[in-house]
């Protein structure tokens, strides 16, 4: 008989709380779910509460409580409809007080059988310098052999499972790469190959030119990639050598890139890596994936080795409600942490996602990935998956994912992952019902091992959905995606992003006039500048409706704010510091991107798919009904009132009309009154002048910004 242990709760009527506990030590089949006699799953604790259901106890609560260790995944462990708590009453997963738990997608390497390198030949590629520190694990002796996919990725790519990765000490290794951390420029173009991005589809690889001497120290050429921005700054791109031509100093690719490649501009660069002779760094790792050997290079003492193996999503979640995770982390897998898709009232929370292959968190459907390289298409929808998700909903914006509502991600810690750090999605962009999802104190960094481009730490889609106190910082791409409607953005902190690109934003948006609504509230930006065109809010391409209130903007790029042609995105009470330009402000819609406003172009398109004369549309954004007739070609109503602009050399490129700039803004170099400017305390003193300078300038709760330490 299966005895679990329940506890009755504070009086008759409330629901009993039943406990059940799962140790990696336990016993499935002679357990009983006690402290005492745990059993050994959590498949097994799911299906004990199915049972428990149907005999007639739905009305209890049920806390599964994980004991201390770690619990591999070799599949997904899968919640649907029939798993879910009741309004008030969740079923909840969590760590037992506080133990660490660990669910992990891996496999662990047993370093016992590590040895130096025994093959001659082999040892003679490595750097003599080097070679003694180099250790070799035979890996197929160990039962390792699906070392996954190498695969094109980058801009327009598919999200993916990654390739087998390797984890020391719990941190990532890196494949054997040149140069080890800089960047090389490309050389001259001998083709660039077939342009997917202008119609052709023949996938014919490029070719240039490299002035190094280093590849012909290379004895394989096989099974060599190369990633770089090839064409575009904001497109970084990886493809496989097909050929390296050392007579000419030639690289030749197997697959094109989407905009093809070129050279000349300061961020085309590229490095390779997947190189034997490479493992040159501490840190670095090659597989021989024919003969199933590992070579690395360690730092330190090993006293951990895994490798990633599961490409499924660790925790799939369809249709299941009032479910929370609590106190668990996720980590080693090719794939993500948390797929949720239909839920309801769900709570991820004090949870850490690391070292996976995709992102942490994944809120709603994506796309089965394209077979083809494409800037855009329509796809089929596909669970468990984001694929090529943002190529879809260029094509088709109004995209439900089907992500359901009033689901949260709280007090988490995202980092080391592949390909993002969350999608959050939820909402009817056709009906403007809103999702109500939120990521809140949440702590979301080093989000793009694998895929940068358009891989943000958040990326934001649907209707009414939150991203608030929460700290995102070390990315080569952006912050934060968004598509959709009336989403609140609140106190955040945000910087050191946009390491690597050219003409992004930390918080980037648009091509869509229909997508607004948008609140910019109290956040901090900073720490943005680069050799390339980076900005902290990035309204691209006629994007409109967002109000930006109360932000503080700290060394925070070249083009700290940028208007591409919209309406209805009002700068108030914002301060602006240390900065060569304040916003930027252009008419590209009369001149280079005229072809987006022309009749049956992509606006008018986007327009029309979401009925925008017609409610709700219409009665949500009045404006927006009469877009044609209020000339979009021109800039409007972007009102620049009652900021602070201290220590900014231009405050505004543009003309001041298209804003306008109002007469309230204080441009000063004076210090406007902060706590500690020095170090980074923009608090203004009650006392402050800015408060005299300008009339009903507000204070910005600046203490409040970022994650609230408990």
Known sequence: MILVAIIVMNSSCQPRQVEIFVATDGDNSRGDGSIENPFASLERARDEIRKLKKEGKAENSFHVNLREGIYFRTESFKLTEEDSGREGYSVVYSAYQDEDVIIQGGRKIHVKNAQAVSDADVLSRFNSTVSNQIVELDLKAQGISDYGVMRPVGFARPFGPAWAELFVNGQPFSLARWPNDSTIKMGK???????????????????????????????????????????????????????????????????????????????????????????????????????????????????????????????????????????????????????????????????????????????????????????????????EKIGSYLQHIYEDPIFNREAGSNNGIVNCSIYNTGAGGIHLSGGDRLTLEPGNNYVENCTIHDFNRIEKSYRAGIDISGVGNRISHCELYNAPSMAILLHGNDHLIEFNEVHHVCQEVHDQGALYYGRDPSERGHQVFYNFFHHLNSIHATSAVYHDDGACGMEVFGNIFYKPGNMPVLIGGGHDNPYTNNIFIDAELGIHVDNRNQNWSAGTIAKGGIYDQRLKMVNYQQPPYSVRYPKLAIYWEDDPSLPKRNKV??????????????????????????ITDEDPGFVDGENMNFKLKESAKAFKQITGFQDIPFEKIGVVKE
């Open 641 to 666: 009132s009652k900021n602070i602009f201290y220590n900014v050399k231009r405050t505004y490129e543009g003309e001041k009309d298209w804003m306008p700039f109002e007469d309230d803004n204080w």
């Open 189 to 383: 173009i001998i083709d660039s190959g077939s342009v997917p991005r202008d119609g052709d589809f023949s996938n014919r690889g490029g070719a240039f030119t490299f002035d190094t001497d280093r590849p012909l120290t290379w004895k394989s050429h096989d099974d060599i990639w190369i990633s770089g921005y090839f064409r575009r700054g904001w497109a970084e791109d990886a493809v496989e050598l097909s050929e390296i031509d050392t007579k000419n100093k030639i690289f030749r690719t197997k697959q094109p890139s989407l905009y093809g490649f070129g050279t000349g501009a300061k961020f085309n660069r590229w490095f390779v890596y997947n190189i034997l002779e490479e493992v040159d760094e501490p840190g670095e790792f090659y597989i021989d994936r024919r003969n199933g050997k590992l070579y690395l290079f360690p730092s330190d003492e090993i006293k951990t080795l895994e490798i990633s193996m599961l490409e499924k999503p660790m925790v799939s979640v369809m249709g299941a409600s009032n479910i929370r995770f609590d106190g668990i982390t996720f980590e080693c897998s090719r794939g993500m942490g948390i797929y949720m898709e239909r839920t309801n009232n769900n709570l991820i929370s004090n949870c850490t996602f690391k070292n996976l292959g995709i992102v942490g968190v994944c809120m709603g459907r994506g796309i089965a990935p394209f077979k083809d390289l494409a800037h855009e298409g329509i796809g089929e929808p596909a669970s």
